[in-house]
Nanobody, 119 residues
């Protein structure tokens, strides 16, 4: 059974930081590129960051570039997203996505974790 379980979402003050985790199970983690997306109320889900299976390719959305770090631990089947200098506009449900390498298009989503940036 494929599972992606996000954690680490919380209420944080502007300017603060947090680390999100996504624990994967039920599939061969190292075969998948991993990404984070987010969806704010009333808005479309948007890309945040991505990391290739080996960690050698990393990409960030312009909105978080310079204040976020994505990483993965293939031994723990976990991907992380560290966010700092948080802004109210970072408030969203953050989702983990796993995409199988190659052209198959197979991918999985987690259930999401809520991040709220507010004073």
């Amino acid at each position: 059974q494929v599972q992606l379980v996000e954690s680490g979402g919380c209420l944080v003050q502007p300017g603060g930081s947090l680390r999100l985790s996504c624990a994967a199970s039920g599939f061969t983690f190292i075969m998948y590129d991993m990404s984070w997306f987010r969806q704010a109320p009333g808005k479309e889900r948007e890309f945040v960051a991505a990391i290739s299976w080996g960690g050698d390719r990393i990409d960030y959305a312009d909105s978080v570039k310079g204040r976020s770090t994505i990483s993965r631990d293939n031994a723990k089947n976990t991907v992380y997203l560290f966010l700092n200098s948080l802004k109210p506009e970072d408030t969203a449900v953050y989702y983990c996505n796993a995409k199988l390498r190659g052209p198959s298009g197979v991918h999985y989503w987690g259930q999401g974790t809520q991040v709220t940036v507010s004073s």
